[in-house]
């Protein structure tokens, strides 16, 4: 049978045991091993193959792909899948009332409404598929104990970290969704709008490749975000919010609201990057709460607050009367 990584001899004469300790050290015969390892494998008292550490992993782990060894990382309990499903109703429901809302504009304010849409059914999509277990990899701790997690514990928890890589792919797809909104209610220049996508999805981008990095090179990963990400508010607080401006302090006004309330909660996600992906110091439930609750406020609170703002639901009313008024 197998305990962990190690392979211990049943009480029968099985040989299932014997052929896995054989693979052990055949696999050490292979060229792509570092040298020296096939032979640093030994066995205890009771004939149990011990697992080599290797440079601070052990030789099963570090070969875990080609000895197939099932991992279960660190990942949430049943609190994180109730996170999911809840921001899976809100995203739902958003995204249905953000559709039928599509339909009463025209050709100009329809488009801020299908991207508002477009980015609630993204975030509604992708916490669907986490909170059927989709979307994640294992990706393993900082600082282990010899790569293992706690000594004598070979399948310890402590040793890998579920990773969420599908909000990351939401965020590259329903951001820069809300900045063209933005933009669009503004009145920006194609080239400020072009310029904010690319910031917007290099900020998204940056923070992926700093979660998927060691330790060692997720902080600069981290520090070319932030730049980004700054160099996405000053856009949208500067040039933007001056073009909004020439459109009428009524839109000036709404887009500045609109820009601060995405700034402020935008800037949360950093903040939660560093102690959750950063750090790794909080629970993976503790993960999936509070990226939640900034994607339900970020995305979907604000996608509101673009749809009913004067410039867009206004504009509707406005029309309707004067349709009214002719007709009368």
Not at 217 to 222: D, E, L, N, P
Not at 261 to 276: E, Q, R
């Amino acid at each position: 049978r197998y305990s962990g990584f190690a392979v211990e001899r049943p009480l029968d004469d099985s040989p299932e045991p014997r052929m896995a300790s054989l693979c052990l050290q055949f696999l050490g015969s292979i060229p792509i091993l570092p040298p020296n390892v096939w032979n640093q494998i030994v066995y205890d008292s009771s004939g149990n193959v011990k697992p080599v550490v290797y440079q601070q992993q052990s030789f099963a782990v570090y070969y875990n792909s080609l000895a197939s060894i099932n991992i279960q990382p660190e990942n949430i309990g049943q609190l994180g899948f109730n996170f999911m499903w809840l921001a899976f109703g809100f995203a739902t429901t958003a995204t249905f009332i953000f559709a039928y809302l599509t339909v009463f504009h025209g050709k100009e304010k329809r488009k801020i409404h299908l991207a508002v849409t477009a980015a609630a059914a993204s975030v509604a999509i992708v916490y669907y598929a986490m909170a059927r277990a989709q979307g994640w990899t294992s990706l393993s701790q900082d600082n282990p104990v010899n790569g293992l997690g706690p000594v004598g514990d070979l399948t310890s928890q402590a040793s890998y970290r579920a990773f969420y890589w599908a909000r990351y792919a939401m965020w590259i797809f329903a951001c820069p969704l809300l900045v063209w909104a933005l933009c669009i209610v503004a009145g920006a220049t194609g080239t400020q709008i072009l310029a904010l996508l690319i910031v917007t999805a290099s900020w998204v981008a940056t923070l992926l490749l700093g979660a998927l990095s060691k330790s060692g090179s997720r902080w600069g990963w981290f520090i070319f975000s932030g730049i980004a990400l700054g160099l996405l508010l000053l856009g949208l607080l500067g040039p933007v919010r001056k073009r909004a401006y020439g459109r009428g302090d009524i839109t000036g006004i709404t887009f500045t609201y609109l820009a601060f309330f995405l700034m402020t909660t935008w800037i949360g996600y950093p903040v939660v990057w560093v102690i959750a992906e950063g750090t790794r110091s909080i629970s993976v439930n503790a993960e999936v709460l509070l990226y939640a609750i900034l994607d339900v406020i970020s995305k979907l609170i604000l996608g509101f607050g673009i749809l009913v703002s004067e410039p867009v639901y206004g504009a509707y009313l406005s029309s309707s009367a004067d349709v009214i008024d002719s007709k009368l």
